[in-house]
């Protein structure tokens, strides 16, 4: 089993919609957690960063942490087509440490 | 412009040849990450310095691979002896040692393609 799980997708949904993506994580050591966001053949750039659990909110975009079901999630409204990219959680044990990724799952909002 | 750098951005090389990539990290900050990107894969680990220690290799790291950043400043990440497996985009990120977000800056990366 992979420390952090990731549903690849392709995701594909109206622009307007309410996207939903989520993880989950074996290490109860991990207390960053992270979505980054990577356009296609560029590096990933970081969209939300929220430490142990709760929710963080920035514009159309929530992050959400339950550290009991090791599971996190992030939320986008009002979709964009311009927020079609692949999101990657990551997390960590410690701040400013090595992330670990999951797979990503690739968003595509359709005008 | 201030961000992590890396060079080249593609090469193409024949399996056997070595290959050296380059990162320069945001002037300020002391550590420094390597992680592997494979098509549908989320990046994975490789090393991480801090200033010019290199404090700790992935397995991923097998003994083809070897990193070094003299002078704590820019890194490099050597492959030698190219394998097919070894196709894949080599991103580069750094960070400072602490810090209220705890993120990691990451370049445009080195797509290495080995034929």
């Known amino acids: 089993q992979k420390e952090v799980e990731q549903d690849p997708g392709p995701l594909s949904v109206p622009e307007g919609a309410i996207v939903s993506l989520n993880c989950t994580y074996s290490?109860?050591?991990?207390?960053?957690f992270m979505w980054y966001r990577q356009y296609s053949r560029k590096g990933p750039e970081l969209l939300m960063y929220?430490?142990?659990?709760g929710n963080k909110e920035d514009g159309r975009f929530t992050a959400q942490v339950d550290k009991s079901s090791k599971y996190i999630s992030l939320f986008i409204r009002d979709s964009q087509p311009s927020d079609s990219a692949t999101y990657l959680c990551a997390m960590s044990p410690g701040s400013n440490y090595k992330l670990t990724f999951g797979k990503g799952t690739l968003l595509t909002v359709n005008p | 412009d201030t961000g992590v750098s890396q060079d080249p951005r593609h090469k193409i090389t024949k399996r056997g040849q070595n290959v050296t990539f380059r990162c320069d990290p945001i002037s300020e900050h002391n550590r420094l990450y390597w992680y592997r990107q494979t098509l549908g894969q989320g990046p994975e680990f490789l090393t991480y310095f801090q200033n010019e220690a290199q404090l700790e290799k992935s397995r991923l790291l097998s003994d083809r691979f070897s990193a070094e950043r003299p002078k704590g400043s820019f890194s490099t990440l050597e492959i030698q002896r190219t394998e097919q497996g070894d196709s894949a985009m080599y991103l580069c990120?750094?960070?400072?040692?602490?810090?209220?977000?705890?993120?990691?800056?990451f370049g445009e990366g080195s797509r290495l393609t080995v034929l």
């Open positions: 990120a750094s960070s400072l040692t602490s810090g209220s977000t705890g993120e990691l800056f």
């Open positions: 290490n109860s050591a991990f207390q960053y």
């Open positions: 929220t430490y142990s659990s």
